[in-house]
């Protein structure tokens, strides 16, 4: 009876090793560059329903092509009209990095960072280090799953 119950076990944790290895692989291949106009620097109040009232802005750069997330100290920038460089991963389409034709260094986004590489070099880190133990570590890794199923849902939408 275990031997039944340990295989979907198995084919599961190896499902959520495979999937933390693709986002890193569409993180790590070099994607597909275009150039492109920017045509502005869109600026948006996210607001904290909570009692302190919080808020912060996000900002994303509009182009001919594609949108997507910058940081604030890049948005500060006078960008519009300028033309851009930039990287789409070839799996999920998403934007790696971009830099203006004059820069030197490209600007990634923080969060791209995190959702591509960071958690998914974790749980992959996590998911071996738990195979090599002989304790059961479910509850770690049932908040790994839930990690990386959140941010597979953020990068697929």
């Known amino acids: 009876m275990r031997a039944i119950i340990a295989k979907p076990r198995f084919f599961f944790d190896v499902f959520v090793y495979l999937l933390s290895v693709l986002i890193l692989i569409d993180f790590g291949l070099p994607g597909h560059r275009s150039k492109d106009l920017i045509l502005e620097v869109q600026r948006k109040r996210q607001e904290h329903y909570n009692p302190s009232g919080n808020f912060h802005y996000s900002y994303k750069i509009v182009a001919t092509k594609c949108s997507f997330s910058v940081g604030r100290s890049i948005a500060k920038k006078k960008l519009v009209d300028e033309t851009m460089e930039y990287s789409v991963s070839p799996i999920f389409k998403e934007v790696n990095w971009f830099r203006l034709i004059n820069w030197r260094h490209r600007s990634y986004y923080s969060l791209r960072i ?38 597979f849902f953020y990068i697929l939408f």
């Open 114 to 151: 995190i959702s591509g590489l960071i958690l998914p070099l974790l749980s992959t880190l996590a998911f071996y280090l738990i195979s090599l133990q002989q304790q059961k570590f479910e509850v770690l890794k049932f908040v790994i799953v839930v990690l990386l199923s959140s941010n």
